[in-house]
């Protein structure tokens, strides 16, 4: 069974840290693009960032840029999400996926999502 298990969420000032980690098992990862995606109730999902098998290759929503950082270690079949200098409007439910195709096609793999709260 694929499982994508996300932690590392919680509660957090702004303009502080905070490490996701999404640990995937199931099947092996390591060729497959990972993203993280956010979701506030109410709002359509956002895709925040995503890296390529190798890590050569990123994208991100220009939101977060120079804030967040994803990074992926193929070994422990997990991707993380750095993310520093939070603001209040990073304040969601962060989803870690996984897909087969290019860092913009669609995902096929999910968590469950581990919520992040920043307060002001």
């Known amino acids: 069974q694929v499982q994508l298990v996300e932690s590392g969420g919680g509660l957090v000032q702004a303009g502080g840290s905070l490490r996701l980690s999404c640990a995937a098992s199931g099947r092996t990862f390591s060729s497959d693009v990972m993203g993280w995606f956010r979701q506030v109730p109410g709002q359509e999902r956002e895709y925040v960032a995503g890296i390529t098998w190798n890590g050569v290759k990123t994208y991100y929503i220009d939101s977060v840029k120079g804030r967040f950082t994803i990074s992926r270690d193929n070994a422990k079949n997990t991707v993380y999400l750095q993310m520093n200098s939070l603001k209040p409007e990073d304040t969601a439910v962060y989803y870690c996926?996984?897909?087969?195709?290019?860092?913009?096609?669609?995902?096929?793999?999910w968590g469950q999502g581990t919520l992040v709260t920043v307060s002001s």
């Open positions: 996926a996984a897909g087969t195709g290019g860092l913009r096609d669609e995902y096929a793999f």
